[in-house]
T-cell receptor, first 115, second 109 residues
Framework: GAVVSQHPSWVICKSGTSVKIECRSL??????MFWYRQFPKQSLMLMAT?????????EQGVEKDKFLINHASLTLSTLTVTSAHPEDSSFYIC???????????FGEGSRLTVL | EDQVTQSPEALRLQEGESSSLNCSYT??????LFWYRQDPGKGPEFLFT???AGEEKEKERLKATLTKKESFLHITAPKPEDSATYLC??????????FGAGTTVTVRA
């Protein structure tokens, strides 16, 4: 199956710092990527939709200034958690939509812990 | 608003004991229904996509079926390695996925 790579897989940072998470589609072009957040034993909650070359679309209740998304190319989207606080600690997962077939493939996730 | 409800929340099976997971949904314009497997601390792993009522797909011990209101994931003669959380998601015409809460399956040897 298609491969989506997420980096880093885990990160620990101090409160007030910013953290960048990368999502790459390794063997296909992805015009659209999605960013999700998952709390323990809960399902995935869509945060935003990232479209290559345009601004991301954020879901209701998600602060766009807190979670900066950039989709610079057909294979790379980044999520930057700015001025992170302990409540931002979570499991962040990206998915990439394959251009032709429209199927969605997920990265391995990035666990963020803010101290 | 698209809604996805999965049942049961948790399922404990003996090795070899077949069972089914349910995913009921309401969506405005179904583009596809997806089944994923998620292991703890990992991202979801794609299993199946179903596009229309009556469609069935199989992969090893798993078989997914779709009707106009729900989908079933059948696990035939499960093994301990089938233990995971199984997620169902519906994709609407804007390609957004709405996920159910998942069914956590535990298979005991």
């Amino acid at each position: 199956g298609a491969v989506v790579s997420q980096h880093p897989s885990w990160v620990i940072c101090k409160s007030g710092t910013s953290v960048k998470i990368e999502c790459r589609s390794l063997d296909f072009q992805a015009t659209t990527m999605f960013w999700y957040r998952q709390f323990p034993k809960q399902s995935l909650m869509l945060m935003a939709t990232s479209n290559e070359g345009s601004k991301a679309t954020y879901e209701q209740g998600v602060e766009k200034d807190k979670f900066l998304i950039n989709h610079a190319s057909l294979t790379l989207s980044t999520l930057t958690v700015t001025s992170a606080h302990p409540e931002d600690s979570s499991f962040y997962i990206c998915s990439a939509r394959q251009f032709i077939r429209g199927e969605l493939f997920f990265g391995e996730g990035s666990r963020l812990t803010v101290l | 608003e698209d809604q996805v409800t999965q049942s049961p929340e948790a399922l404990r099976l003996q090795e070899g004991e077949s069972s089914s997971l349910n995913c009921s949904y309401t969506v405005s314009g179904l583009r596809g229904l997806f089944w994923y497997r998620q292991d703890p601390g990992k991202g979801p792993e794609f299993l199946f996509t179903l596009y229309s009522a009556g469609e069935e797909k199989e992969k090893e011990r798993l078989k997914a079926t779709l009707t106009k209101k729900e989908s079933f994931l059948h696990i035939t003669a499960p093994k301990p390695e089938d233990s995971a959380t199984y997620l169902c998601a519906v994709q609407s015409n804007d390609y957004k996925l709405s996920f159910g809460a998942g069914t956590t399956v535990t298979v005991r040897a």
